[in-house]
């Protein structure tokens, strides 16, 4: 092993954070530790009264931080070739939008005792949806009057996004809208409390969180003008000056170790901190992503990343959720797209209807495998929670058709799975339409983990193997390997992203071949998809022929049943 | 009492054979009996081969006959005013297309030894649909050459009728065809046996079977003619001539009762045996159907029955099953109406999907009722066993759209009781428009005595009160009605049809009425439900706005939930 370097990747979660002591050399994971948040219901702080709040404690982040790198560090103990003075660096990914209010100083509004119960003082975390009407407002105005903002996020602007949210606690909150004295995304707090930041100016904003959920562009000069943003309310105009003026793209640190964590954590003060990042844009880095390579992380819902070089003219894609330039890696476009629920439609399925567990999970997999391709009949729409790429609309609503009197709960269990298929395919169909070039699906999650039929029924519609990433926790590997390319080659870690990626990411042996027989079945299957996808999300000039929909699903289920009687 | 005679109806299930012994008084029900098939599964004799053959052993309706007929004499015994020698008729309904083949002496040809072990000599019940490519040659030949024969039945022939399984054993099993002398509708057979027939050509065909099920009609001589029987098969057209010339409405008698068989029922010899009827249509009897009534008979599927003075002209109905003067009472149009899937439908998710059994659909039940309409903001086709009526199609297949991550098993339960009321509404909307008078509605069956939440959503979707006929055993009491009027008001019976019904039928004092407020939610599902229903099952010049339909869904039940709020 020639080198003897080591950093620190920490994954911020829904539930619980992660943090993961890498060999530089390999990316092999020598320490990891676990904090679940202790707060609110599984770390999630909810309102009786108000269905769509999702809220995180500040306090929990600041625990799980010492927790959890305590604890990584403690079982890197031992490890061949570890000491902790050969940690050059740490890297923090989180979940995102997820901004929060903090002071003067930086220090989140929350851990002032005076705010305690007040929940807008909290951190707003990325699935709280109570800013649906603000959303719909910054969406209409900047139609109207700067649809140049749009453009790189797909066309409409989210409830799960930065302003939204912030101007949700403008009107619903203003004692703490006015406390604040500015805003933080949690993948930018994270790095500015480990470098020790005492002030809320100087905290380092990360290119990512700024271009997919602030409409950051330095196309238009960073945020949004002061105009646009006092067509919202003038109150967000003046926060603006609060808030920066320039986001920067990974690679570069966001500070350096503290002497007060560095006495905690019993590390090497002054070490680089990377640039903090989303999780879905470190866990595609962790995967190895690269241009022509697609990275899909499947879990409760999907992200799809990928990236084009900044020299090439990538369009704005319609639909596609965000295109940053250096929102994944300095000198590439990030591209990231996403299915709004893939495992949440199984979770519905499984326990929501037929109230089973894990164990119904295992059956109904089991039984599911056993269908051919066609066999079941059933067609599905994978919109229980509404559709994020390419229609962007999250009121659409979920649909199964062709069922009949023996339709059973597994055959529906394969059709949802099919259906989020489907829709991954819609996805790069339409990337390759506008000149992304897709030649790799690279898949991490638990669902790419554990789920082969799922693999492999997405290797057949896809049309292309399914590749799995080496290691199970790519968005805190990507941010190791973030902190070993901010710490640089002289400090044991790279010069650039391309050998850190090659030196620390691998894939599984394990992969999915799609198998021509049951893609053939599916390029018939996906055209039907694709009628009523495009009939009932609204896309102008579809044509679909309904008529014949129901027909031609029993005539490929009669041929696959005859086939399999051959 | 002023009367003091009685009937005995009969009516011959899927499974059971039930007598009843009925006051013509009053219609009141004094003895009643039933006897479950010995044979198959549960009376059905299955082919493992062959999965969509049903037959019925002809011996098990001999032994039914004379056990049901017994047990119920033997509960009437002692009550008041009963004796055997007040018996004025008996009366028989069967399931239909259920034929069978008979040799010269009328009897089954499966009660002789010689066929024993072909399932081809027994029974054919209604729902074996082994014939399914006879009935889509039958279709598609008498559309090019016969299209009058295909105006009165809805325009398609199903293979659960005559001349499709009839065909088919000529193709299939040609010695059966061979060695039988002529076949009969078991709603003849029975009648035939009573009267102890003992030549085929003797035994009394009644309309309702021929006009329903085997394309008899007086405007055209009868049953088809030979030459294009000759284009289907020209042994069939040689049958033809062992089959009969004349059908019968109900009101004549079929026969009168045998000695044998009135010696072992301790009845009088010579009471008038009525003509044989479907089921269906003697239960619109027990049920009062009248001009200005629909009865719907709501079990498993739903037969939908009208009558329309003869004297009339009632124009062809596109996609009513049939329409025959006199099949359901003398001097009218018999107007018949079905869905292919109703609680079976309810089955299929409780028992299929869901796994559970009667607790459960008592429990999905309760907690459907305490659901507002449209609050779910579900909405689904009932195809799951195609479309009987309107579309006339068994080739459609089912759809639920609508669900959320949240959707529970409860929502779905509605949703699909939702979905059959919205298709019962388009056969009534149908009939209407084709000038066929629906003031009441009249239901029975087993859903109809015990489903209250099935009821309450029938009387809010269709915007007419539900009545409940007051027998459980309207088929039977209809078919004692039918032999009191055979009978006659000289015997003790009567002499018309009207003051039978009168005296002997009632409603339960029970009835549900629809409530504005859920009528007038569901009058704007019912318009979706249309758009689906015209653009899935290919209804010319349907127009649907699917581009909407999500959202509309969603934006009822958006006031659904805000309307309970308040």
Known sequence: MSRTAFTIGIDYGTNS????????????????????????????????????????????????????????????????????????????????????????????????????????????????????????????????HAPEYLAPIGGTYSSEWWWSKIWHCLKTAPDVFDAAASWVELADYVPAVLSGVTDARAIVRCVCAAGHKAMYSETWGGLPSKAFLTRLDPKLAALRDRLYDKAWPPGRPAGQLSDEWARAFGLKPGIAIAMGGFDAHYGAVGSGVQTGTLVKIIGTSTCDCAVAPATDRIADIPGICGIVNGSIMPGYFGIEAGQSAVGDILKWWVEGICEGSDALHAQLSTEAKQLAPGESGLIALDWNNGNRTILVDPRLTGLILGQTLHTTRAEIYRALIEATAYGARAIIERMREYGVPIERVVCCGGIAEKNDLFMQIYADVIGQPMLIAGSPQTPALGAAIAAAVTAGEAAGGYANWQTAQERMTRLKTKRFEPRPDARAVYDRLYAIYRELHDAFGGVTGARPDLASVMKRLLSIKERAVSALAC
């Not at 705010?115 to 105005?141: G, M, Q, R, V």
Request: net charge negative; aromatic share 6%.
């Open 17 to 144: 954070v992660r943090a993961v002591v890498v060999d530089c050399a390999d990316g092999r994971e020598i320490g990891t530790h676990v904090f679940a948040y202790p707060s609110g219901d599984q770390g999630v702080l909810l309102d009786p009264k108000q269905p769509h709040l999702a809220r995180q404690n500040p306090a929990d982040y600041i625990d799980g931080l010492r927790a959890s790198v305590t604890g990584a560090l403690g079982a890197a103990e031992g490890q061949a070739g570890f000491s902790r003075d050969r940690v050059v660096g740490i890297g923090v990914d989180t979940t995102g939008s997820t901004p929060l209010p903090v002071d003067a100083q930086g220090r989140a509004l929350a851990m002032d005792p005076k705010w305690k119960n007040n929940l807008a003082a909290y951190a707003w975390l990325w699935k709280d949806h109570t800013s649906a009407s603000e959303a719909a407002a910054i969406t209409s105005t900047a139609a109207a």
